[in-house]
């Protein structure tokens, strides 16, 4: 690993990365920007193990140069090396590569620098923010908190979006992406104080684009106090 990645690659291997490649066994369009496709995983899950939000890092071919994106895995099956990923679409050599995939296409993955710090005590109430492409990573988060009470707050438009939430359980509250995310960061801003008082131990997870994260992260640990281990932050994406 690390030849023909350029940096990135030799950066990852001085880490101790683990390289396998993945093989498309189906596809699926869930709407036109949204496209689900599953693999078999060449023994990835068997050397990695799984966790919840778990994520890997494909390499593309970015005309002749090396590009990798991170995704996370869904319904992984370690007993059957089996997963799918989900790819939001937009311009860029990542989804053209997922719109043209077909079974028996493959593609090389790395496993390095995920992880889930599971938070103690549980959450009492989970509160996320997210956008469609950390949706899977959502998904898998909801799974991991069980019975707990969620409020989501979902940059874009859902309209067939396979989110995996519970009606009654998890209120989900979509937000039209406007002025680069910061509309977004004046919602949760506007309401997120007084949920997180009424409840004993909050649980906040965000995953947007890099600004709105770091903003909302900022916030909620410098403005509400929350400490580090009740607070989960990534950026997904760079705005453009």
């Given amino acids: 690993m690390g030849q023909g990645r350029g940096w990135e690659g030799a950066v990852l291997r001085l880490l101790r990365a683990k ?30 193990g799984v966790h ?10 970015n005309a002749g140069r090396p590009h990798q994106r991170a995704y996370t895995l869904v319904d992984p099956d370690p007993a059957a090396g089996t997963f799918a990923l989900e790819f939001a679409l937009h311009e860029g050599c990542a989804s053209d590569w997922a719109r043209a995939a077909r079974p028996g296409d493959t593609i090389d993955a790395t496993v390095q620098g995920t992880g889930f710090p599971y938070p103690d005590p549980a959450p009492s109430h989970l509160f996320a923010v997210a956008d469609p492409a950390s949706l899977p990573a959502l998904n898998s988060l909801l799974a991991a908190v069980g019975r707990a ?26 937000v039209p992406r406007r002025d ?8 949760v801003r506007a309401e997120l104080p007084a949920l997180v008082a009424q409840t004993p131990h909050p649980y906040v997870w965000i995953a947007c684009d890099t600004v709105t994260t770091r903003a909302l992260t900022s916030y909620v640990r410098k403005e509400l106090g929350l400490p580090r281990q009740r607070v989960n932050a990534l950026g997904y994406w760079r705005a453009t």
């Avoid at 919840?52 to 071919?61: H, K, Y």
């Fill in 19 to 48: 390289d396998f490649t993945l093989t498309v066994t189906d596809g699926q369009d869930v709407t036109a920007g949204y496209r689900r496709l599953r693999f078999t995983d060449g023994g990835l899950l068997a050397a990695a």
């Fill in 52 to 61: 919840p939000t778990m994520w890997i890092r494909l390499w593309f071919d």
């Fill in 149 to 174: 009470p969620a409020t989501l707050w979902f940059e874009g438009a859902p309209d067939g979006l396979p989110f995996r939430h519970t009606p009654g359980r998890h209120e989900l509250r979509t």
């Fill in 180 to 187: 680069a995310g910061a509309h977004l960061v004046e919602r």
